[in-house]
């Protein structure tokens, strides 16, 4: 692979706990991770292994009980909450299990709520055409597949032209052929864009998309494999 890209991500003994009545729950246990600038990267593991905690503390959404976490070489965990969602806004795109379209706007209109507030973002049609969707620009989510709700938020997510996406069960709600679709929008973006994408899944098939499965079993990181080609998306079925 010869140099690796520089790290988008590191972490250092990242740790989280969560206190429920006089109960203790370690979602997360030290754990040492880089992931560098347009990888493609599937976090893969059971219920309760750590991945949501993961993702949200790399988002900005989540602090760490302890640990660090460097974006671009800045301590994220040193951030105070204006400071933290600056980070988010421009840096990081999220997309989750359920669309969370607006039911009375378009397509185009959910996409262009974000370009709006965004410094340099794409036009909302350039977005949708990134997720082959350029073709229901002004259909309503009631008129649209779960598989095209989902593709018109990845492109919302991408239209602010973020560095990191990050992907939580994208297709958990989907059939394996129309989440398929949606791995493909989020291959191109990857590939055209060079976004950093981090996707959960307990869903093994979709791992060999990635240039890096990293697997989690109760909040600690039990293997990583590193792919030295990626498969296709539209290769995958589960």
Same mark, same amino acid.
Request: proline share 4%; with cysteine.
């Given at each position: 692979? #010869? ?13 989280k706990v969560y206190a429920t009545g ?20 599937? !976090?893969? #593991? ?12 790399? #988002?900005g959404l989540d602090q760490p009980s302890? &640990? @660090?976490?460097?974006?671009?070489? @800045?301590?994220?965990? /040193?951030?105070?909450?204006?400071? !933290? ?21 378009? /397509?185009?209109?959910?996409? /262009? ?33 779960? #598989? ?23 297709? &958990? ?11 493909? /929008? ?18 093994? &098939? ?33």
């Amino acid at each position: 692979m #010869g140099d690796k890209p520089p790290a988008a991500f590191r972490t250092h003994d990242l740790s989280k706990v969560y206190a429920t009545g006089e109960t203790e729950v370690h979602a997360l246990r030290g754990v040492n991770l880089e992931i560098h600038d347009s990888e493609m990267i599937v !976090l893969l #593991g059971p219920s309760g292994s750590g991945k949501s905690t993961l993702l949200n503390i790399l #988002g900005g959404l989540d602090q760490p009980s302890s &640990g @660090q976490v460097f974006f671009h070489g @800045q301590e994220l965990t /040193a951030f105070d909450d204006k400071a !933290l969602t600056h980070f988010r806004r421009e840096n990081v795109g999220f997309i989750f299990q359920f669309y969370n379209l607006i039911p009375s706007l378009t /397509a185009r209109e959910n996409v /262009a709520l974000v370009t709006e507030i965004a410094d340099d973002p794409m036009s909302a049609e350039e977005a949708l055409d990134l997720v082959s969707m350029g073709d229901r620009l002004d259909h309503f989510p009631a008129q649209l597949s779960g #598989g095209q709700q989902q593709r018109v938020a990845v492109a919302r997510a991408v239209a602010k032209r973020p560095g990191v996406l990050l992907c939580d069960e994208p297709t &958990g709600a989907l059939d394996s052929s129309t989440g398929v679709e949606v791995l493909e /929008a989020l291959e191109r973006v990857n590939k055209e864009l060079g976004t950093t994408t981090i996707i959960i899944t307990h869903n093994a &098939g979709i791992a060999d998309m990635s240039d890096r499965v990293i697997s989690l079993a109760d909040g600690q990181i039990s293997h990583i494999e590193t792919h030295k080609t990626r498969r296709p998306a539209r290769e995958l079925s589960w």
